[in-house]
Structures are given as C-alpha cells and as structure tokens.
C-alpha cells in the first residue's frame, strides 16, 4: 500500500469520526434542553413570588425555548446532511478504489458504487437546501414584543400652562391700569 492509500484511508476514518462526533454533540444538545427545561419548571417553582427571580427564570426559559425551536426545526436537516455527506465521501470513494479493478463483479460493484455517489450526493443537496430554507423562512421565536411594556416606562407628560385666551398688548395694557373709582349718582 502507498503513501497515497493510506492518507486517503486516515481521511475517511477521520470524516467518519467527524461527523458521528457532530451527530452525537446535536442528539445530545437536545437531551440537555430537555434536562434544562425540567429544570426551569422546578426553578419557577422554587422562586415563588418573588418578582426578580422569576425574571430570572423567564430569562432562562426564553433562551431554551429559542433554541429548542432551533434543534426541533432545522437541526435534524443538518444532521441528515452530514449522514448524506458521509456516505457520499464513502461512497465516491469506494468508486475510487474499484475503478482500476477489472471482472464483472468490480465492474458490478463500480456502477453501484457511482449510483450511490450520485445519490446520496443529491440527497446531501436536498438536505442542506432544506436547512438553509428552514433556517431562512422558519420565524424566530422573540420574546421581546411581549416584554416591549416592561422595557422602559414612559416618562410623564410634562406640565405646561394652558392659555385660556390669546392676549394682545393692548388687552395687557388695558389690564395694567388700575380702574378709577366710579362714583355712583345718590338716588333720590
């Protein structure tokens, strides 16, 4: 065996590790948010009435319910993805290797071979295109309209007088003169 054959082997063991390790990290981000979410419910338990700890855990639940929504809608597009992506590196390469052999039973086994290149290829396609169109179209979920009342109170109005009427300068200066003593004729 060549230098060649035995790196390209190490490449595929190493693929092949790879994406296992990647599948395992998501099915077990998922078992973790389950085991986060039980937790939440047994911290609003624990907070009772207290206003600043049940912010607390509303925070925390907000962030796993926003990437529970996550793992349930796209993250199984992508571990479908790197499974197709495996067999595809696997599948070429076994095309690869039978290529140079001659017989029916090579020949037979490089025809299935490519098929299955091809396919699972298109399948890996199809399942990265599936992830990005769910990633793109799929409606984060955001709390943030809901708390928009909570944020910031508004200020008060401020206080401003209130003309009744408008006064010109003549009104002013009509209002400034002290009115004169009017006598009152007797009666007789």
Known sequence: MNIWGASVGWGLIAAAIAVVAFVRYRERESVTLTRQTELATKL????????VR?????????????????????????????????????SGSGAIALGPLDGTFANSLYVVAIVA?????????????LAAF?????????????????DEPEPAPARTAIP??????ADKKATDKKPADKKVPAED
């Open 134 to 150: 769910h990633t793109a179209t799929t409606p984060r979920v955001s709390f943030t309209d809901s708390y928009a009342d909570y």
């Open 117 to 129: 290149t091809v396919l699972f290829g298109l399948a890996t396609l199809a399942f990265v295109g």
């Open 54 to 90: 049940l912010a607390a855990v509303d925070e925390f639940e907000t962030t796993i319910y926003q990437r529970l929504f996550f793992a349930s809608v796209v993250a199984p597009w992508i571990r479908s993805a790197a499974w197709s992506l495996l067999a595809t590196v696997l």
């Open 164 to 169: 009744t009427r408008a006064t010109s300068a």
């Open 44 to 51: 609003r338990e624990l907070a009772g009435d207290d206003d």
